[in-house]
């Protein structure tokens, strides 16, 4: 069987590893300037402890799209939300920040890994994009 091998043929943590290692070594991602003092969800009671969280967000993000054709930020909010500790009340799912998974998204794009669809809305990943990832 000879062919090569795509983004759904990988472990996804694996994938995710290595995508964020590729784009931190190629150096083109913008990184914002809050990245170090910022928490990823009001759920959360401390920032990342991952000094690279940022690349590893992005390959989230990228791998998400690449998997499913359009997604907009609403979707990543919720794919990337948790659990909020309510104390002794029930436990209820909190959605990301939205802006983290915005300025993300606003990154692979300048980059050229995702581009907008203007018919259905959200992003999409370009034909480089997805030769990058596979």
């Known amino acids: 069987m000879t062919g090569g091998v795509s983004v759904r ?3 996804a943590q694996n994938f995710i590893k290595s995508y964020s290692a590729f ?6 991602l913008p990184i914002p300037g809050w990245v170090d003092i910022v928490k990823t969800s009001h759920s959360k009671e401390l920032p990342p402890q991952d000094p690279d969280w ?5 390959a989230s993000v990228a791998r998400h799209i690449y998997l499913r054709k359009n997604v907009g930020v609403g979707r990543l909010r919720k794919v990337h939300g948790s659990t909020k500790n309510r104390g002794s009340r029930p436990s ?11 300025k993300a998204v606003q990154a692979l794009e300048k980059i050229g890994v995702l581009e907008g669809d203007e018919d ?15």
């Open 9 to 11: 043929d990988v472990d």
């Open 92 to 102: 209820h799912h909190v959605d990301g920040s939205g802006s983290i998974d915005r």
């Open 23 to 28: 784009l931190k070594r190629q150096g083109k």
């Open 54 to 58: 940022f690349y590893t967000r992005c």
């Open 120 to 134: 259905k809305g959200g992003r999409r990943i370009t034909q480089s994009g997805k030769r990058d990832l596979d």
